[in-house]
């Protein structure tokens, strides 16, 4: 269940519906980013970060190359993405890795996002 939850919030990210994707987190979710400057906490904040990251990447196109579950909740992603920034026209390319946990209800209530390899 989890792979999929995952397989599907990103898909939400992909194409940024911001209800889809504020649907999926508990309310008292952290968010751990370098894209979103470090710990961010609650549904609320979380995609207020979300709407201003959006804003300025509203292309990102992100691809996992592997996902995996660790155990019944936590689910693990290998990913990268390409993004055009709106202010500067500047091509953004990351990769790195996601550890997501969700809840037993299938709702996301920790997302950590490491860059690089």
């Known amino acids: 269940m989890s792979v999929e939850r995952l397989r599907a919030y990103h898909a ?3 194409a940024f519906d911001p209800a889809v994707v504020e649907a999926m987190f508990v309310e008292d979710a952290e968010y751990v ?5 470090g710990v961010v906490r609650g549904r609320r ?7 201003v990251y959006f804003a300025e990447y509203a292309d990102q196109q992100s691809f996992d190359d592997e996902v995996v579950a660790l155990s019944r909740n936590v689910v693990q992603s290998l ?4 993004a ?7 091509v953004l390319q990351r990769h790195g890795k996601d550890i997501v946990t969700f809840d ?3 709702l996301i209530k ?6 690089g390899d």
Do not use: Q
């Open 33 to 37: 980013s370098p894209g979103l400057n």
């Open 84 to 90: 055009t920034s709106s202010k500067t026209g500047k």
């Open 79 to 82: 990913w990268r993405l390409r």
């Open 110 to 115: 920790r997302v950590e996002v490491f860059d």
């Open 45 to 51: 904040a979380i995609m207020a970060g979300m709407a």
């Open 104 to 106: 037993e209800a299938g």
């Open 12 to 14: 939400a990210l992909n």
